[in-house]
């Protein structure tokens, strides 16, 4: 059984930082291309940042609007995946999750992201 336990969530003034943290399980994931999704009120959910396994080259993948902001970043030997975000803004605001790219597995709970102007 697959589990994505996401956390690192919290609430920010704008300029603040996060560190969010995806905890995966019951599946290899070194060899997994993994993202990390948002959600806002209203909004659809949306590719925030992906990376590729080693061995693909750890290709990464920004939504331009987080580009130069947020890095993405995995440690296989935890099966972690993790999204350190800088110079947060009140547009950030959303439900983060992670998953799997290029084919999810189901969704967990996410992590909320509160970013105060």
């Known amino acids: 059984q697959v589990q994505l336990v996401e956390s690192g969530g919290g609430l920010v003034q704008a300029g603040g930082s996060l560190r969010l943290s995806c905890a995966a399980s019951?599946?290899?994931?070194?060899?997994?291309?993994m993202g990390w999704y948002r959600q806002a009120p209203g909004k659809q959910r949306e590719l925030v940042a992906a990376i590729s396994s080693i061995t693909s080259g750890s290709i990464t993948y920004y939504l331009d609007s987080v580009k130069g902001r947020f890095t993405i970043s995995r440690d296989n030997a935890k099966s972690t995946v993790y999204l350190q975000m800088n110079s947060l803004q009140p547009e950030d605001t959303a439900v983060y999750y992670c998953?799997?790219?290029?084919?999810?597995?189901?969704w967990g709970q996410g992590t909320q992201v509160t970013v105060s102007s």
């Open positions: 019951g599946f290899i994931f070194s060899i997994n291309a």
């Open positions: 998953n799997r790219h290029g084919g999810f597995f189901s």
